[in-house]
């Protein structure tokens, strides 16, 4: 079934030795400029430092090798975060790999994200060109930051696992969406659909709740719920473990009408400490193995 519901991608510009800035808030701009880049050398040291003085890495362990026949989204990418107040622009920003045979310096591109109505900056991120990748194998991300407007700076460092394409593997947990759309009064539609949408799926990872072979590297799957005798419906799925997931409940009408009905915010179990399974702000995310959520559907539509 071709894909005509879910989330719009982001396209990543992957330039040699450019400094792309994003402006979120559904405002967008790119600014390539130079960025500084740091040549390894066989002295050098490297392990992994996810954490350094309020800046915080995060991302998968493992990478896959670019395969032709699968060529669309073959980029990974590393996330910061860090705490620095007041922070708009850096100072300095420069990212490198511990194996050129591996991953040469070509294949990495710094992009920062910033905030439209502050314009501080929210997220820096270490992104990877998959089709630069040379060989199967360990290598270290190393990274190092400056804020331009605070005395912070930081230096993270990430081991990557590059392993053929398809063999990719990532945490998962096992969770349950009780879906409720008993407040619409449907007469007669000719199709249901719910579908999920991976926000933060990596290539070439097999998406286990899909059966289909020759879908198994998609991002997103959908639930026919027309022939549904009643309007709630437990759905088991698997979840990769810090992903986040996009929902979308869609009806066609008897008369071919394709309506989206909007599905209510909700904050089940958890704590502040590891996070809670909610879907809050358009995203659903689970912060514990064996959870559930209920999801209501509301009479509310959108385009």
């Not at 945490?171 to 008993?182: A, G, H, R």
């Not at 810090?242 to 909007?262: C, M, P, S």
């Amino acid at each position: 079934m071709k894909k005509s519901i879910g989330l719009a991608c982001l396209a990543t510009l992957m330039l040699t030795g450019c400094r792309v800035t994003v402006i979120t808030d559904s405002t967008e701009s790119t600014t390539p400029s130079a960025v500084s880049t740091v040549e390894s050398v066989s002295t050098e040291t490297f392990e992994e430092k996810l954490t350094d003085n309020g800046f915080t890495l995060k991302g998968p362990d493992q990478a896959s090798l670019y395969d032709a026949s699968h060529p669309n989204d073959a980029v990974l990418t590393l996330k910061g975060t860090f705490d620095w107040a007041y922070t708009a622009a850096l100072s300095a920003e420069s990212a490198y790999s511990s194996d050129q045979g591996i991953i040469p310096d070509s294949a990495i591109t710094v992009m920062t994200e910033s905030s439209f109505s502050t314009g501080l900056i929210v997220e820096v991120d270490i992104m990877i060109d998959l089709t630069k990748v040379v060989k199967a194998g360990d290598v270290y991300i190393k990274g190092h930051f400056k804020s331009n407007n605070v005395s912070k700076e930081a230096t993270v460092c990430k081991k990557l696992t590059i392993v053929p394409f398809g063999t990719v593997k990532a945490p998962t947990y096992q969770e349950t969406l009780k879906l409720d759309w008993s407040a619409l009064k449907l007469e007669s539609p000719k199709s249901i659909v719910f579908q999920l949408t991976d926000a933060d799926a990596q290539y070439g990872l097999v998406n286990p709740n899909i059966t289909d072979d020759t879908k198994k590297y998609s991002d997103f799957w959908q639930y026919q719920l027309v022939s549904e005798t009643k309007t709630v419906k437990d759905i088991a799925f698997t979840y990769f473990v810090g992903h986040r997931y996009g929902l979308v409940f869609q009806v066609t009408t008897a008369k071919d009408a394709l309506v989206n009905y909007e599905i209510s915010a909700v904050v089940g179990a958890g704590s502040t400490a590891i996070g809670f399974n909610q879907y809050k702000n358009n995203f659903l995310t689970f912060a514990s193995d064996n959870g559930s959520l209920t999801l209501t559907v509301t009479t509310t539509t959108y385009a």
